[in-house]
Every structure is written in C-alpha cells, then in structure tokens.
C-alpha cells in the first residue's frame, strides 16, 4: 500500500474459502461451501450482499467469527464486482500471480541463489515478466 496508495485491493476468494471450510465441522462443509458459493458466484454486487445476509443468518450462530470475517472483509473480498463481469473469475483468485511467483523461484532455484551480480536477479524479474506478459497475452478470457 505504501507503493502503490491509491490501487485496489482484492483478497484471493479461493483462499477465503478453504480458509473459512478448515474452520468448520466435517458435516457443515458441503452446506456452508453452497452458500459460500452464493456469494462470490452471485451475479452482482447486491446480490452478492443478500447472500452474505443470508450468511449471517444460516451461520452466524454457529460460526461467528467466519461469518464477521466475511462481513469485515467483503469490501476486500467483492472488489472483483467493480470490473467487467468476463474479468470476474481471474479477479477472484490469485493464481495468476502464484503461478509467476513460483516460475521466479523455480529460476533462482536453478542458479542455487547465486548471482553473478545484483542485477542479474532484476534481469530473472524482467525476463520471467516479459514470458508470462506473453502468456497471458495469447490467452483467450471466456466470454
């Protein structure tokens, strides 16, 4: 945030919610993970809120701080809403950046954390960056 003040935040819905199923009983999974589902899957804003009130109701009791961790991150959590809905689903999760933070690795891994130089680690960035630009550029998003 301190380089970049004024960017969006979006907290990894995939995370949230193998986070939030860890928190729950074995038998609860399968119900909590459909109304789950509700929310993030909803085909707006609103109705995404309705589906975290429902959420509120069918769990709260039973689960209060999952659902208050819902309710106090849902800015967070929502933001993909603001975008076009055919960017909805890559928004959501962080695999994208996953993937790139592991081929980084994977490179340096290769060189046993030895650089000749300093820059040679920011030559690493530079090149993975521009080899994932050209992935992602050849990708067709759905819809």
């Known amino acids: 945030r301190r380089v970049y003040p004024l ?3 979006q907290v990894c819905v995939v995370h949230r ?6 928190q729950v009983r074995a038998r609860d999974r399968a119900l909590l993970a459909q109304d789950l589902k509700g929310i993030y899957g909803a085909r707006s804003r609103v ?4 589906a975290l009130e429902r959420l509120k109701e069918a769990w709260g009791s039973r689960y209060p701080s999952l659902v208050a961790a819902w309710w ?3 800015g967070a959590l929502l933001r993909f809403y603001d975008y076009p809905q055919v960017l909805w689903p890559y928004l ?6 996953e993937r790139f933070i592991r081929e980084v690795r ?4 290769v060189r ?3 650089f000749p130089k300093g820059e040679a680690v920011y030559k690493l960035l530079y090149l993975e960056s521009e080899r994932q ?3 992602w550029a050849e990708r067709r998003l759905k819809g």
């Not at 919610?17 to 860890?22: D, E, P, Q």
Request: hydrophobic letters at 30%; proline letters at 0%; zero cysteines.
């Open 7 to 9: 960017a969006q935040w």
């Open 17 to 22: 919610v193998r986070s939030s199923l860890a």
């Open 47 to 50: 109705e995404a809120l309705e």
């Open 72 to 74: 106090e991150n849902s």
């Open 92 to 97: 959501r999760s962080t695999n994208l950046m």
């Open 106 to 109: 994977r490179g340096t891994k």
């Open 112 to 114: 046993d954390h030895k």
């Open 133 to 135: 630009e050209g992935r």
